[in-house]
């Protein structure tokens, strides 16, 4: 296990692309953390920089204390899976995985006690003779990862490497990588664009954008406690509902005020910086925080026009419009089908769940959770 610090890391490309800017961050020894954002991010970037597969133009990186941002990949004590699985076609499974060992100047014996205590943890024992070309594209994977593993280095780090695997896979995947970090209490750092994949196995979400950590916490608080508009919009599906309003004070009464005078009081909110009189502020709220009347302690009922429902089987999505705002709700199929064939439904905000955030620079001003 390892801890990884990252200290004022920058990197720009052809001397104008800043990619990176100015990230600081540290990654506890044992911790599944995920770098997630949207393509074009960083993520990928700062993953490389960490093996040691790309310079920087400023900052140090950091493992168990030793600066090794001038050290090369095979120094830093650090083992990586690619998205491309990057298997020797000509080598077996077995070729592929002691390949490094081999390289390195480890016994055969030792090698080959290593090999097969992976290929018993991942369960391809039976596929140690066979070549990638017979293998299925969750098999290569699994070699890709036990390639990894045979080296017992300190980091592992994760380039999106289920992205080319199916719907099905890719579930399954997860769930065996999640149990091999439980297994192995390893550091591992994971890359993805897929908040599934994010939210489900990591311990730590990182969410970046534009070369900037925008968020840093556990899945449970950047789905809930978004810190600002961009982390509240990206996680979710379907995404957060967002209405342009602005904030009334009068006297004693606090509201939130949008369309042609509609109002939700905040008088009983606890704002981390409390909004002037007309400050224009964002209000958002999950689908699944719109629900059937009389759903929640603490709700606001609206009149909803209906545009457009889709059954899940589980539950129901109903996109429809409140005045200029287009709105989608998540409800339970029983009351979907109770009001399907509606033009137009009652609705509540759950009004423990919403969420408040500056019009201009996006920032959270209260998150009054239950």
Known sequence: MATIELKNIDKIYAGKTHVLKNITHTIKSGEFTVLLGPSGCGKSTLLNIIAGLEEVEGGCVYIDGKDVTDLPPKERDIAMVFQSYALYPTKSVRGNMEFGLKMAGVKKEVREAKVKEVAELLQITELLDRKPSQLSGGQRQRVAIGRALVRDAKVFLFDEPLSNLDAKLRAEMRS????????????????????????????????????????????????????????????????????????????????????????????????????????????????????????????????????????????????????????????????????????????????????????????LLKANLA
């Open 176 to 363: 065996e990588i999640k149990l091999l970090h439980e297994k192995l209490g390893k550091t591992m750092i994971y890359v993805t664009h897929d908040q599934v994949e994010a939210m489900t196995m990591g311990t730590n979400i990182v969410v970046m954008n534009e070369g900037i950590i925008q968020q840093s916490d556990s899945s449970k608080n950047v789905y809930m406690q978004p810190e600002n508009l961009f982390v509240a919009g990206f996680l979710g599906s379907p995404p957060i509902n967002k209405i342009n309003g602005q904030f009334i004070k009068e006297k004693q009464n606090k509201y939130f005020e949008f369309g042609n005078g509609t109002r939700i009081e905040l008088s009983g909110y606890d704002f981390s910086r409390e909004p002037y009189d007309g400050e224009e502020l964002v209000l958002a709220i999950r689908p699944e925080n719109i629900k059937e009347p009389d759903s929640a302690e603490k709700a606001k009922t609206f009149t909803f026009d209906v545009e457009l429902a889709e059954p899940l089987g589980y539950s129901a999505l109903i996109k429809c419009n409140l005045g200029q705002n287009k709105i989608i709700s998540r409800v339970s199929y029983d009351y979907y089908e109770s009001v399907q064939d509606s033009k137009s439904i009652d609705l509540a905000f759950d009004l423990d769940k919403l969420l408040i955030f500056e019009s201009q620079s996006g920032k």
